[in-house]
């Protein structure tokens, strides 16, 4: 399967600027210089989320991920979904598959809504559902895989259908180390001849790279690259330990800070949007780079530039429907809250209990529990379940050390030792 664009998604883009006088901890991070150059960059794309508040994130996710199937032919090491050759015998049928789409619309904030899999191009009525998608009003959006089913007319009918966003994997800049995760020879030729083809359409292009320890060295050959393609958005996944992925080596919580340092890097200097998947501590590592104190940010970060999206989480913006209609806060947690049609994932998003417990940073375990970025961060509740069982866990992957943490366990230690 390719990776769900949950693009659109998160925070990353941030405001460009000179720092200020902090109040924040940036013990493990250096303050950004101005950069001169930033007045001299291109004007880039709006970010989808850009009108949206947290507040909104109450009632209405930004971003629902349907897997319409989970039939695909390619082999990825690292597939969520564990995806098949075949779709699965009780996956949603077309009219089924319609009828969630209104039930979507519904939402007091249409979400956008991103066709994945699997391989969405396995299933015929994918453009019945993106026609279908816009007129009940839902921004549709597609990821398809990189097969011999993805040819340019398929890409035109997908935009002439309605399609609003396309996301295509790139894991390499070059074709081996790309291949070799996908599992098939020549897709990395063909996905840049996709990001090509939705370029010469007007089909806006997000880029997704899983980042390993075995691409890191690749992550800024890939950035240039993505500067000679028509890319709008390059959103850089994290790895949650789930599906294929379940025994891969994650990166090192050290490892993060310095993909969020390139990242942050690159987000200065490149025409397309930077953004993270499944690493919220990066608006974290911004607000302390630009000396943002976490009391100020969420106004700096998501209220003054055009590019800032709103921050998402697992259940807070975000929502996955299985192809069997199962309802879950991402397609990364496995907690299933519902069953469409039996359930309205309209009622699931904003009543379930694990959607509203995910919603409220003040219920968060452990250090992201006491750590004063956990209303604009939270950390990866999808890592922390994969990783501890239990979703509302420190996010296992983060260096920061909060203040209140490092309080306690001195108290802690101190009454210990007086025992
Ligand atoms: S400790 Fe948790 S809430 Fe704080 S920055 Fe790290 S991941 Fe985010």
């Known amino acids: 399967m390719d990776r769900p664009m949950d693009s659109y998604v998160e925070p990353p883009e941030h405001k460009d600027g000179t720092p200020t006088t902090s109040r924040s901890d940036t013990r493990n991070v250096q303050p950004v210089t101005p950069d001169p ?9 709006s970010h989808p989320s850009h009108g949206y508040s947290r507040e909104d994130f109450d009632h209405s996710p930004l971003l629902v991920f349907y897997e319409v199937t989970r039939a695909c032919d390619l082999v990825c090491t690292h597939c969520r979904a564990s995806a098949m050759p075949h779709p699965a015998r009780d996956q949603l049928t077309p009219a089924q598959s319609a009828a969630l789409l209104e039930e979507l619309s519904r939402f007091p904030k249409p979400p956008m809504v991103v066709l994945t899999g699997g391989d969405p191009m396995k299933r015929p009525d994918l453009l019945d559902l993106i026609a279908h998608g816009r007129h009940v009003g839902i921004r549709m959006a597609v990821t398809p895989s ?4 993805m040819t340019e007319k398929a890409v035109a009918a997908m935009k002439e259908a309605g399609a609003c966003g396309f996301g295509v994997s790139l894991d390499g800049a070059c074709h081996k180390t790309h291949d070799t995760f996908r599992g098939i ?9 996709m990001i090509r083809w939705a370029g010469d359409v007007g089909l806006p292009v997000q880029v997704n790279t899983t980042v390993f320890a075995a691409n890191l060295e690749e992550l800024v050959p890939l950035a240039d690259m993505l500067e000679t393609l028509p890319v709008q958005m390059w959103s850089v996944f994290f790895l949650v330990p789930v599906g294929r992925a379940r025994h891969a080596r994650r990166l090192s919580a050290r490892q993060y800070e310095r993909v969020f340092e390139l990242l942050f890097t690159e987000s200065r200097r ?5 953004k993270s998947t499944e690493a919220p501590h990066y608006r974290r590592f911004v607000m302390q780079k630009l000396g943002l104190s976490p009391e100020e940010a969420p106004q700096q970060i998501y209220g003054l530039s055009k590019q800032a999206p709103v921050g998402t989480n697992d259940g807070r913006g975000v929502m996955f429907v299985s192809h069997t ?15 469409f049609p039996a359930d309205s994932p309209v009622t699931v ?10 919603r409220d940073a003040d219920k968060l375990q452990g250090k992201c529990g006491m750590c004063e970025y956990r209303g604009v961060c939270g950390g990866s509740r999808a890592r922390a379940y994969a990783v501890y069982g239990d979703a509302m866990a420190p996010e296992p992957d983060c260096v920061y050390i909060p203040e209140a943490w490092m309080k306690a366990r001195r108290h802690r230690k101190s009454s210990d030792s007086q025992q």
């Open 37 to 45: 150059r930033q007045n001299e960059k291109k004007e880039r794309p």
């Open 270 to 274: 490149r025409p397309y949007a930077v």
């Open 146 to 149: 990189p097969t011999p089913l």
């Open 185 to 193: 020879e020549g897709s990395h030729a063909l996905s840049l001849e």
């Open 349 to 358: 998003y904003r009543e379930h209990d694990v959607f509203v417990s995910l």
């Open 325 to 339: 209609g199962e309802i879950y806060p991402s397609g990364f947690l496995p907690l299933m809250c519902g069953k």
